[in-house]
């Protein structure tokens, strides 16, 4: 991708985005309360101009028109997050699956399977495994081979919305070599729900059971793992979004709190203007690094690789100390559940642990700033 020849495009992308978000706001704590999916905004999105912007082109279109930014992008999933980290998290797992459609070796599976995108189709990702760690682009569960491709029996885990996919992008060791596809959800495909955690709970990451699966052959994806892709790019923003409505609630209840005597709001109190001032400096720094991140993306830079891991690592380590300052600040208040920090906090916390890993990233940064070992996961 590249940076919008026309600013209109980026602006109305980022409009369309605020009002899903606000739907989501709407909703997100019954959802989080209640461990559901978010399907107003799973309505919202596939009829949304945002769902494609990311392989051009609108949504039920013809595939014309060039894809937004990275930036564009990143900005849009921060924005969603705001309003529900867990369908933010959902929808970039989607994003990211649903944007490899053009690495399909066959060209007629190619178009028809962009046409269902186009329609609305949600592709779940389905790489994680029980033994894989980090490492989910190194499938450890071995295929037969079988009439017309493969055939896999094993399970997926973290599966985020993959009770409302149509598609499941997932790998399995091939003939002795990682392999990817593009698969339909089909009756050999079972979910198993077991998505009862401490944050991100509308997530409904559940485990994905393959009973003897066809791979097909032609739904083989010719990866390019080093390729630009939504998820590592963007991951940062998830936390970001986190970050700026955990600081937006905490200056909203410093400015209508009141203490006695004179009843004046606790934001004239000097601890509270320095802990919003870190926070502002926290999401800054994140920010800014999202953003040149998604600007050596956009321009071709081969250091997007590792700046995205490091704008993912400093993003969610953000997000974790804002929230926890907005909750500091918000006091008794806060822990409630009639107010959203609590949730902020606990959808922050997720980050470092989503891979790949903050002890994961510090690794990888560490070996190749020495020139020591691989610098791969």
């Given amino acids: 991708m590249s940076p919008e020849k026309d600013p209109n495009q980026a602006?109305?992308?980022?409009?369309?985005?605020?009002?899903?978000s606000a739907i989501l706001a709407e909703h997100a704590a019954r959802h989080d309360r209640d461990g559901t999916f978010p399907v107003e905004g799973l309505a919202a999105t596939v009829r949304s101009p945002i769902n494609t912007a990311v392989i051009g082109g609108a949504a039920g279109g013809d595939g014309e028109g060039a894809p937004c930014s990275w930036l564009t992008f990143g900005r849009t999933v921060a924005i969603l997050a705001r309003g529900d980290a867990s369908f933010a998290t959902a929808w970039l797992m989607h994003q990211g699956a649903m944007s490899l459609f053009r690495a399909l070796v066959d060209a007629d599976e190619r178009s028809r399977f962009e046409q269902a995108l186009r329609r609305?189709?949600?592709?779940?990702?389905?790489?994680?495994?029980?033994?894989?760690?980090?490492?989910?682009?190194?499938?450890?569960?071995?295929?037969?081979?079988?009439?017309?491709?493969?055939?896999?029996?094993?399970?997926?885990?973290?599966?985020?919305?993959?009770?409302?996919?149509?598609?499941?992008?997932?790998?399995?060791?091939?003939?002795?070599?990682?392999?990817?596809?593009?698969?339909?959800?089909?009756?050999?495909?079972?979910?198993?729900?077991?998505?009862?955690?401490?944050?991100?709970?509308?997530?409904?990451?559940?485990?994905v059971r393959f009973q003897d699966t066809l791979l097909p052959d032609?739904?083989?994806?010719?990866?390019?793992?080093?390729?630009?892709?939504?998820?590592?790019?963007?991951?940062?923003?998830?936390?970001?979004?986190?970050?700026?409505?955990?600081?937006?609630?905490?200056?909203?209840?410093?400015?209508?709190?009141?203490?006695p005597p004179g009843d004046r709001p606790i934001a004239e109190l000097q601890w509270v203007q320095f802990a919003v001032a870190d926070m502002s400096l926290r999401l800054e720094a994140a920010r800014a690094l999202a953003m040149r991140t998604a600007a050596a993306a956009d321009t071709g830079d081969p250091s997007y690789g590792l700046l995205q891991l490091q704008a993912k690592a400093v993003a969610n380590e953000a997000a974790v100390a804002i929230a926890t300052s907005a909750l500091e600040?918000?006091?008794?208040?806060?822990?409630?559940?009639?107010?959203?920090?609590?949730?902020?906090?606990?959808?922050?916390?997720?980050?470092?642990?989503?891979?790949?890993?903050g002890p994961v990233i510090r690794e990888i940064l560490g070996k190749a700033l020495l020139?020591?070992?691989s610098a791969a996961p």
């Fill in 120 to 207: 609305g189709a949600w592709v779940a990702n389905a790489l994680s495994e029980p033994t894989s760690g980090n490492m989910f682009l190194a499938p450890r569960q071995v295929a037969r081979r079988a009439e017309g491709g493969f055939r896999l029996t094993g399970e997926k885990r973290f599966v985020s919305g993959c009770e409302h996919a149509d598609c499941f992008f997932t790998a399995a060791v091939c003939d002795g070599q990682p392999t990817f596809f593009l698969i339909d959800r089909d009756d050999s495909i079972a979910i198993e729900p077991i998505w009862d955690t401490l944050g991100m709970r509308a997530t409904r990451s559940q485990i």
């Fill in 11 to 20: 602006d109305a992308l980022l409009a369309e985005a605020e009002r899903i």
């Fill in 329 to 357: 600040i918000a006091g008794g208040a806060g822990y409630m559940r009639s107010r959203p920090i609590e949730r902020h906090l606990r959808d922050a916390m997720s980050g470092p642990l989503m891979a790949l890993s």
């Fill in 218 to 259: 032609a739904r083989r994806l010719a990866v390019d793992p080093l390729a630009p892709n939504p998820i590592p790019i963007a991951a940062g923003w998830l936390s970001i979004g986190i970050a700026e409505a955990a600081m937006a609630a905490a200056v909203a209840y410093a400015r209508e709190r009141v203490l």
């Fill in 371 to 373: 020139g020591v070992g």
